[in-house]
Each structure stands twice: as structure tokens, then as C-alpha cells.
């Protein structure tokens, strides 16, 4: 699956990183994201945070028809102003990845608090977020 041709993410432009980078995901510097300061939305900030984490999570498990991951909660710092392009990249310990691979074999489900740096052309993190994720083995809009 495509994160970015998710109706939404392609809306408003996200963007797929080189493989090779860091980062996972990013939205192109155009004025159109920018709020009354100038400077980058802080909903453009968060979908770029969200969809990262999204990334992440799909390039950790797979892209398994079989698992329904569901934004349960999600902790955000505004940090310094978003410039430019905007980039996020996961923050997760691979000990971590590993035990939501475990705890979702064992039970079906798991919870994955996944940490998200947002950073801007400029260097600067303008957000450290963490979405917390629902994820379930079953059919999406089945119940199971």
C-alpha cells in the first residue's frame, strides 16, 4: 500500500522520502500549507506526523490485508515554526518493533505508540508527536 494515494494524503500532496533517507514521508514547500505567520499549518504538521507513523507501522508489519490499525491517541509538541519542506521520521527502537510483532502474534492485537519527529528544510524540528495505534487482526468494518 501507498500512504500517499490514500485519498487525504494524496489531497494534500504527501510526498514518499528515497528509501535511503531518514525520513519517511514528506509535503513539498508550497505557499498553499502555510497559515497567517507564514509558516507551515500545524494540521499540514500533524498529517505529515500521522502519516508517518503509518508508514512506519505498514513497512514494520507488512502490508498484511489481515491487520485493521486504528489512530487511538496521539500527543503532539509544537516545537519551532515549520519552513519550507516538511519531513518525518519515525523514532522507534527496533526492541520495541519487536515486541508489538511478538504481542500481536500472541493476542490478535496490540498497541503501538510510535514517536515522530517532523522537521523542516531548515533542520529544525517543529514536531515531536507520538500516535498511538489500535491494531487488530481481523476485516476492517467486520468486527472480527
Request: proline share 4%.
Amino acid at each position: 500500500m501507498d500512504v500517499t494515494k490514500l485519498p487525504f494524503n494524496h489531497l494534500i500532496g504527501l510526498e514518499l522520502d528515497d528509501p535511503g533517507s531518514d525520513f519517511l514521508i514528506s509535503l513539498p514547500d508550497d505557499v498553499k500549507y502555510t497559515n497567517h505567520l507564514g509558516t507551515v499549518h500545524a494540521s499540514a504538521l500533524f498529517a505529515v506526523a500521522e502519516a508517518a507513523s503509518g508508514l512506519f507501522l505498514l513497512r514494520h508489519f507488512g502490508a498484511d490485508a489481515g491487520l485493521v490499525p486504528v489512530v487511538r491517541r496521539v500527543e503532539a509538541k509544537f516545537r519551532k515554526a515549520g519552513r519550507g519542506r516538511i519531513s518525518a521520521r519515525a523514532l522507534v527502537a527496533p526492541e520495541e518493533a519487536s515486541r508489538w510483532s511478538a504481542e500481536l502474534a500472541r493476542r490478535g492485537r496490540v498497541v503501538a505508540s510510535v514517536p515522530i519527529e517532523v522537521v523542516g528544510s531548515d533542520g529544525q524540528t517543529a514536531v515531536s508527536a507520538t500516535i498511538e495505534w489500535f491494531i487488530a487482526r481481523g476485516a476492517a468494518g467486520t468486527g472480527e
